[in-house]
DNA sequence: TGACACCCTGTAGTCACTATAGGGTCAAGG
DNA sequence: CCTTGACCCTATAGTGACTACAGGGTGTCA
């Protein structure tokens, strides 16, 4: 299986395959005499593995620590257990923070008259005010309301 | 005032501040004969907007159209509002992505049975399944869980 | 005179890709 | 045999919103 193939089977683009060879998330596969990359079903199930992952928003880091656990299956599963745990914390968080921004949002929208001039429009003036302080995003790593795919 | 009592005042990096003059948000101010930047009460007031917005995970390029809107207070404010109102909608969408993700990790996390070896442990051999096509966050416009603050 | 906090510019790094440039390989059709 | 077109290769740069240096200058105090 060349590269596109595997692409297209997993639902990714073949620079991202490519990327993932890089990062060491994908074994570098045999090649071909024309120095095509070929696949075989191990890698496809790796790929699998890493996009279910990236779907649940883990982080490269974290699936590398979850293929170190798959590829060592003596050990003990507690680790990848903590992962998990882990990730739902930061989902959660995360959560319940844009629940407070949604709140502050609809609470703006309503500042706002409707016909009115900018000068004299509530939400304009609202978000002049300054921030108090922990209403930054912080260490929540969870992330913000713009992802770039 | 001088750069990094700005800074402190509206709780961001010094470093930040001067992206944002960079990046057009800020207006450049005077110099002091040292060449150090001289910053009045107006800068506060818009550093402290701009703040306010990316505390509600606003892109900069919003922010940018907000501030355009503040700038030129005759202007009806419907484009303000419409952009909150988006802006709002890409927030909705995102809690109801995360609450997804948070239904499935729990999930996973049941699978595992806490005491086996990894070749046993369900979440692994779960994540190792395709993803569905719309798994992944698409455009959606509205951030994953890891942010970079 | 020296130490120190603060400021300056410019550049590179972060993350998870995505896009582009500039080429090579391979099978089918004319 | 030649061309077309789909596919593949490497290497490099761009994205957003910062953050972190490196390598210097300024200002105040003892």
Known sequence: MKIGE???RSGVK?????YYEREGLLPEPARSEGNYRLYREAHAERL????????LDMT??????LLACQDDPDQPCEEADALIEAHLGHVEQRIAQLSRLKAELEGLRRRCAGQGKVGECG???EL???VDPPATL????VGGVHPRR
Chains 1, 2 share one sequence.
């Open 6 to 8: 595997l692409a297209r």
């Open 14 to 18: 073949v620079e991202t395959v490519r």
């Open 48 to 55: 699998d593995f890493i996009r279910h992952c990236r779907a």
């Open 60 to 65: 490269l880091d974290e699936i590398r620590a």
């Open 123 to 125: 939400i304009l003036n």
């Open 128 to 130: 002049s005010q300054p």
């Open 138 to 141: 912080e260490h929540a790593h």
